[in-house]
């Protein structure tokens, strides 16, 4: 069980386009879904928390403008990087909460912006 | 301000043998502590957590030890496999500015066990 999704595992895109990235949870509802980046060599960083039906709330340094999250429903979140630039290139992973203060992780989406 | 650190970038150790993976945090306000592990290219996959209720929670090769004065968590994996061979993240999360399972992630440990 626990089983979170992301689409697509990799994406590769010219500078100045937009970007949508899946993350669903297969066999739970997740009321809390998370967006992460990890740079090379290291840590997931937090980047925003999404609850279903209401906006997400983003970390501190964050553009909300720039990456756009969606959580439409109990199993689905999307987070769109729009007008992608080089900077942007990262991995980007969701995770999906099942419960108090686990969380589930989907494979991660490698963006490579050229 | 790095609020959960994984001082060892790497640790190496003999199959069969006792990996130990220690994590220290600085936020009193943690209250759930979590280890993942992570490949290269995935996502993180939990292992086990702690409440800090408890000082000790085992399940099957992995046990990990919180000790909250001194906020500090270790995780024991007895015996070590090479496939045990990865990224190991520690992770805290507690009532602290209104999200409760917010996680904070520490820099990683690179287990690698040797055959």
């Known amino acids: 069980g626990a089983v979170v999704s992301q689409h697509p595992s990799r994406v590769i895109c010219k500078s100045g386009t937009s970007v949508k990235i899946e993350c669903r949870s297969l066999d739970f509802q997740a009321t809390t879904m998370f967006w992460y980046r990890q740079f090379p060599k290291q840590s997931l960083m937090l980047m925003a928390t999404?609850?279903?039906?209401?906006?997400?709330?983003?970390e501190q340094g964050v553009e909300k403008d720039k990456f756009l999250i969606n959580h439409a429903s109990l199993t689905l979140s999307t987070l769109t990087v729009t007008s992608a630039h080089p900077e942007d290139s990262s991995f980007y992973i969701c995770s999906a909460s099942v419960s108090w203060g686990t969380q589930y992780f989907g494979p991660g989406t490698r963006l490579t912006v050229l | 301000d790095q609020q959960v650190k994984q001082n060892s970038p790497s640790l190496s150790v003999q199959e069969g043998r006792i990996s130990i993976l220690n994590c220290d945090y600085t936020n009193s306000m943690f209250d759930y502590f979590l280890w993942y592990k992570k490949y290269p290219a995935e996502g993180p996959t939990f292992l086990i957590s702690i409440s800090s209720i408890k000082d000790k929670n085992e399940d099957g090769r992995f046990t990990v030890f919180l000790n909250k004065s001194a906020k500090h968590l270790s995780l024991h994996i007895v015996p070590s496999q090479p496939g045990d061979s990865a990224v190991y993240f520690c992770a805290a999360s507690g009532d602290y500015g209104g999200a409760t399972n917010k996680l904070i992630f520490g820099t990683g440990t690179l287990l690698a066990v040797q055959p």
């Open positions: 999404s609850n279903e039906g209401s906006k997400a709330t983003y």
